[in-house]
């Protein structure tokens, strides 16, 4: 089967649309480190950068050979909001849940999921990357308070 991937693939939960899920030839590599329990993002070789993992183009320097490295995990929680609606059948077992930014040790910002008790999580705590199964049945990375 041959997937079109300029459109992205559409993510639900129940009847709801939630977003766009997008694994694309770009991003292969990330999401072979997520199954083998890796946290990988792009490195630019001209200027050393770190960048997120869907960048083409380093947005430092403007190069294009951008490689890959595997990150530290470590960082710290940057911005988050606890989730108490149920909006979806899929998520009432994991209801309340804690989404949000973490800034990673080497200076890139993730969008995640904090597995942390209510009301645990807090701006600037450090954390550390886990990879979980959540509830639609896929592998990502979240990130957890760290000890």
Do not use: N
Not at 53 to 59: A, E, G, L, N, Q
Not at 64 to 91: C, I, N, T
Not at 121 to 131: C, H, I
């Amino acid at each position: 089967m041959t997937v079109d991937w300029s459109r992205g693939q559409p993510l639900t939960a129940g009847p709801y649309f939630i977003g766009l899920y997008q694994p694309s030839p770009e991003t292969a590599f990330y999401w072979e480190g997520v199954r083998a329990g890796e946290l990988r993002l792009r490195w630019c070789e001209s200027c050393g950068t770190w960048l997120h993992p869907k960048r083409i183009v380093c947005t430092a320097c403007g190069a294009g050979g951008l490689g890959w490295r595997r990150a530290s995990g470590a960082g710290e929680v940057y911005s988050f909001s606890e989730v108490h609606r149920v909006g979806a059948p899929e998520f009432a077992a994991a209801t309340p849940y804690t989404v949000g930014l973490v800034k990673l040790e080497e200076g890139v910002y993730l969008f995640t999921r904090f597995i942390a008790e209510p009301g645990t999580v807090r701006v600037g705590a450090p954390v550390s990357v886990a990879f979980r199964t959540l509830e639609q049945g896929q592998l990502l990375p979240v990130f957890e308070l760290a000890a």
